[in-house]
C-alpha cells in the first residue's frame, strides 16, 4: 500500500498535465485520473513498481478516449436534434397537427413512467 501510495503521489502530477492537453474541463480530468488509479488498483493489485507507468499511461489513455468519444456523440446529437444544450424536452416543438398531440402525450407518458420508476429520495 505504501508503494502504491509514493507512486500515486509520484505520477499524479504527470498524468493530469498529459491528460489536459486533451480535455481541457480539469475536474474532469482531475475524475479521469482519480478514475485511473482506482482501476489500476482493482486489476492490477500485484503490479510490480516498474510495470506501473506502462499500465497507468494506458488506462489513463484508453479512459480519455472514451470521454472524448462520448463527448462527441453527446454533441452530434445536441446538434443533429435542432435544441440547445441544457433546453428541456417538454420544449421541444411538436407542431400543431394531431399527430403531434398523440407523440406528446406518448413523450409525456414516457417520462411518466420513468419518474416513478425512480427509488425514494
Given amino acids: 500500500m505504501a508503494a502504491l501510495e509514493k507512486l500515486i503521489i509520484d505520477y499524479q502530477p504527470r498524468?493530469?498535465?498529459?491528460?489536459r492537453r486533451f480535455i481541457s474541463d480539469e475536474k474532469v480530468a482531475e475524475d479521469i485520473v482519480q478514475d485511473?488509479?482506482?482501476s489500476f488498483w482493482n486489476n492490477y493489485p500485484d503490479c510490480?513498481?516498474?510495470e506501473f507507468p506502462?499500465?497507468?499511461?494506458?488506462i489513463l489513455r484508453h479512459r480519455c478516449l472514451d470521454y472524448l468519444k462520448h463527448q462527441r456523440v453527446r454533441n452530434n446529437l445536441i446538434s443533429n436534434a435542432g435544441?440547445?444544450?441544457?433546453?428541456?424536452?417538454y420544449d421541444f416543438d411538436f407542431g400543431a397537427g394531431a399527430d403531434s398531440r398523440c407523440m406528446y402525450e406518448?413523450?409525456?407518458m414516457q417520462i411518466n413512467s420513468v419518474l416513478t420508476s425512480l427509488p425514494p429520495k
Avoid at 498524468?15 to 491528460?19: G, K, M, T
Avoid at 506502462?54 to 494506458?58: G, P, S
Avoid at 435544441?83 to 424536452?89: H, K, T
Fill in 106 to 108: 406518448e413523450l409525456n
Fill in 36 to 38: 485511473s488509479f482506482v
Fill in 54 to 58: 506502462r499500465l497507468i499511461y494506458t
Fill in 48 to 50: 510490480s513498481s516498474s
Fill in 83 to 89: 435544441y440547445v444544450e441544457g433546453e428541456a424536452l
Fill in 15 to 19: 498524468l493530469y498535465a498529459y491528460l
